[in-house]
């Protein structure tokens, strides 16, 4: 279970540079669906696992990249602790890499933050076969720029990481979640009365008409917290949101494109024509919003940059077409795209890795 | 570049300064330069060649456009509170000061944000957000002083970080200049966005990529409790294992310090906060949240406290002494100072494990250099805040200290730590970034600022050394018989 293949991962890359060869980072292949399609050499990194550091009281954890998600929740597990932003898996193969890399996190992502909150350091291979150490294993480094947290989300295009240390937390007490049958504008106005209170929310949801909260903490502080809030206790609700996390949900099993969108937590409504109430699934307190929709992208992306929010196709439906590719991620600024191309040529100057995974510019 | 053809391009420089602003927003003599030779690092000063005070982002995208097609160095400012000389002047750039950039722009208390211009104070933002039950929750010392453009480009923490975070969690969207003059929206209303992590990659880059003229922080809303125990330990290591303790306790405390014996004495002298003064080490545990859950959590860290071998224990009795617990550590840079004529502020962060290692060295070298060392720690997040008592006057003391300051460092990246937890690099640790990343990873860097500023002319030398820098600090520090840097010419 514990494997140190970096030399060879270094070498298929140094070789991939000099042959000017594209590469595809793999590593559970559990989130295969997102991101743009790419033909290229597949330089896998699950074989390289193994958990290298961990020690409770520290709050930090360090993993080589290919280590599977679950042998790392059931090791913080078994000391009381958690990976705070909930990561989803989509299949018993993922990796921490692969997370990191996407910068996935769960419901609790609003209430706690993102992946990229978590990271603290990160060993990389970059474009030019170099292994660099960015980052650390303390919760406070400022020293030299912030290349761990660029890594969250930029899948691969601009590093393979070999390893990541995150900070992790004690497990919460208690939760408990309540439901309450409401309209979806109610259910925004009721997130956002809570949120301006201290309130020990950590998960919210809000579709077929029920707005489901889930409450995390002390034991005292959680049945205040049912008590003000009011509505049912939900039963099976660790299953519920498992399953929200996991997209296992009714709700996503759809023939439709799956997109999300990011946007300011107060919006009533996204306008997309051919799109009811039943197209969308909101959590984070309303800041993230699923919608099942065929739609051209360009009506979707317009109508959510019109609120400042973001736009992407998270899930193909039954039918795409070729000429989608360029449109899963929202489309940047010229300004913000001339730098995020300095950038993939600073870390990968021969465009070699995952080249065109997010923007066929990178 | 010679004296005339400095003083000449200054000339032109102005003449053309002052077509974009007023005449009393361009300072060019010396009188009035002084106040911006130094920020909080006062060891190290130079006159800036011209200080410019625009109030107007149109203003800024002009400055900054002239000096890009001038090739003349930036490097902006705001309340020149920073502690690592991150905005020290050049003698041949513009100093950009943000200072006029005052305003809030709007607060969302739905959203729970506030926009708001970089030159606003971070204490002013929790103070203007205060009657709506919300606040920032970033709380560096300086925070009355300290502005939030600063406190992104610092990647600024506080007391508070182990539970809330850094600047870095807590800020939604900026809006930066680049050195050509363009504005870039980073981040949207949203929680994320598409493409890199630009925000990341922004905060605490010390003014190296951008020029801050906006930012969204989050704000969250105030907690219900806030209640402080204080413990007294005859032993730092029994003090350094009691924070372990209350964290495997499964409780994430708001606040968690540790001061020592020196630190102690001098904080009570100045405040009196009635702290233990026979104590080797003191501890304030700050908890936070409903009502319900400070009291379970009081209870619960009393004990492991008193179980971690505590030789005292209180809690605040009231809000005031809460207050008072905290004044006494809120003061303790000022109250150390009092017992020396200068001080030094270190600011590496460590795993915590090895504090007991660290101090013990740092006593050891304390003893070697003859200077006294007060160490304040934040103990929940390992950030270390070593200040080493010297005096100025005396000649070779500061040079001294430094190199100290420096033995402390390259310690704190042995033990598997950071030379700057939150103080950043500037040009004050600039030579122990050598022992902290390699000739690689220092590339890296370059490459990185390159894709912003490649003619280099944001906040040049600063935070990242060249390779050259590193061979010759290299040379001057063998370590372990190895030689840094072996594939570089030696000069």
Same mark, same amino acid.
């Given at each position: ?148 947290? &660029?890594?969250?989300? %930029? ?6 990481? +070999?390893? /990541?240390? *995150?900070?992790?937390?004690? @497990? #919460? ?25 201290? &309130?020990?929310?950590? %998960? ?6 029920? +707005?489901? /909260?889930? *409450?995390?903490?002390?034991? @005292? #502080? ?141 | ?491």
């Amino acid at each position: 279970m514990n494997v140190d293949i970096s030399q060879q991962l270094q070498q298929q890359v140094q070789r991939a540079c000099e042959e000017k060869v594209a590469l595809r980072i793999v590593g559970g292949n559990s989130k295969a669906f997102y991101g743009c399609d790419i033909s290229a050499e597949t330089l896998s990194v699950a074989e390289h696992r193994g958990v290298l550091s961990y020690e409770p009281t520290e709050l930090v954890i360090t993993v080589r990249a290919g280590t599977p998600l679950k042998t790392i929740e059931a090791l913080l597990d078994d000391h009381g602790q958690v990976m705070p932003f909930e990561p989803p898996a989509f299949s018993g193969h993922a990796t921490i890499g692969g997370i990191i890399a996407c910068n996935f996190s769960g419901p609790r992502r609003a209430y706690a933050g993102a992946a990229r909150d978590y990271l603290l350091g990160c060993k990389i291979i970059n474009g030019k076969g170099e292994i660099l150490t960015f980052g650390g294993e303390v919760m406070k480094n400022v020293a030299g720029y912030d290349v761990s947290r &660029l890594m969250a989300g %930029a899948m691969g295009s601009l590093g393979v990481l +070999l390893e /990541v240390s *995150l900070k992790v937390l004690p @497990k #919460a007490e208690t939760e408990s979640t309540q439901m309450i049958h409401c309209s979806s504008a109610d259910a925004i106005e009721k997130m956002h009365t809570w949120s301006q209170t201290p &309130l020990p929310v950590s %998960a919210t949801s809000f579709h077929d008409s029920i +707005l489901r /909260v889930r *409450l995390s903490g002390a034991n @005292k #502080a959680v049945m205040a917290a049912v008590d003000q809030i009011g509505g049912d206790a939900m039963q099976n609700a660790d299953q519920y949101w498992q399953d929200l996390k996991e997209q296992r949900l009714d709700f996503f099993n759809t023939e439709k494109h799956l997109w999300r969108l990011s946007l300011a937590s107060d919006v009533e409504s996204v306008l997309v024509e051919n799109t009811d109430e039943d197209d969308f699934l909101y959590e984070w307190g309303g800041a993230l919003r699923w919608l099942k929709s065929d739609m051209p992208a360009e009506i979707i992306q317009a109508a959510v940059a019109e609120l400042d929010g973001h736009a992407s196709l998270f899930r193909r439906g039954s039918v795409f077409r070729d000429g989608e590719q360029s449109t899963i991620f929202q489309p940047l600024t010229p300004g913000l795209m001339r730098i995020h191309k300095n950038l993939k040529q600073a870390f990968d100057p021969h465009n070699i890795l995952n080249p065109g995974k997010i923007y066929s510019e990178l | 570049m010679n004296i005339n053809m400095q003083s000449s391009n200054k000339v032109s420089l102005l003449k053309e300064l002052l077509k974009l602003l007023p005449e009393d927003a361009v300072l060019h003599q010396a009188e009035d330069l002084h106040p911006y030779e130094c920020d909080g690092l006062s060891a190290y000063r130079h006159l800036p060649m011209i200080v410019v005070l625009p109030n107007t982002v149109d203003q800024v995208q002009s400055i900054l456009r002239l000096c890009y097609e001038g090739g003349v160095p930036v490097v902006a400012r705001g309340a020149g509170t920073g502690l690592s000389g991150g905005a020290l002047p050049l003698e041949n750039g513009v100093l950009l000061s943000l200072a006029k950039f005052k305003d809030i722009i709007n607060i969302d208390a739905k959203r729970r944000i506030a926009r708001v211009q970089p030159g606003v104070r971070n204490l002013a933002i929790s103070q203007a957000v205060d009657q709506l039950g919300l606040y920032y929750a970033p709380d560096p010392s300086s925070q009355i002083a300290c502005t939030i453009g600063g406190n992104v480009a610092e990647n600024s923490g506080g007391v508070h970080c182990l539970k809330y975070g850094l600047t870095v969690h807590n800020i939604q969207q900026l809006k930066i200049i680049t050195i050509e003059g363009e504005l870039l929206t980073i981040g949207g209303s949203g929680l994320d966005s598409s493409g890199y992590d630009l925000l990341a990659l922004m905060t605490g880059s010390e003014g190296m990529l951008g020029v801050i003229v906006e930012v969204t922080v989050k704000l969250l809303p105030k907690p219900e409790s806030a209640q402080v125990l204080l413990a007294a330990f005859d032993d730092v290591v029994k003090a350094g294992e009691a924070v372990g303790n209350i964290i495997a306790a499964g409780i994430i405390p708001a606040g968690l310090e540790m001061m020592d014996k020196l630190a102690i004495s001098a904080a009570e002298d100045f405040v009196h906060a009635g702290y233990p003064l026979d104590a080797e080490a003191m501890l304030l545990c700050e908890l936070d949240g409903t009502n319900e859950e400070v009291s379970e959590h009081v209870s619960k860290v009393h004990e492991v406290l008193q179980q971690s071998g505590a030789t005292e224990v209180r809690t605040a009795k009231d809000e005031a002494e809460r207050l008072t617990f905290w004044k006494g550590r809120k003061a303790a840079f000022p109250a150390v100072g009092r017992l020396s004529p200068d001080y030094y502020c270190m600011d590496g962060t460590i795993p915590r494990k090895q504090l007991p290692r660290v101090l013990k060295t740092m006593a050891d070298l304390s003893n070697e250099y003859d200077l006294p060392v007060a160490n304040v720690f934040h103990a929940g997040d390992g950030n270390l805040h070593p200040l080493i008592l010297y005096d100025a006057n005396i000649e070779g003391e500061l040079e001294r200290t430094e190199e100290f300051g420096g033995k402390i460092l390259e310690l704190c990246v042995e033990v598997g730590g950071t030379i700057t937890g939150e103080h950043g690099v500037g040009v004050e640790k600039i030579n122990q970034m050598c022992v902290q990343f390699n000739s690689l990873e220092l590339t890296q860097f370059h490459a990185v600022k390159a894709a912003f500023d490649p003619q280099s002319l944001l906040n040049p030398g600063k935070a990242v050394p060249t390779l050259h820098r590193c061979a010759e600090f290299g040379a001057m520090h063998v370590h372990k018989g190895e030689l840094p840097f072996p594939e570089l010419e030696r000069f």
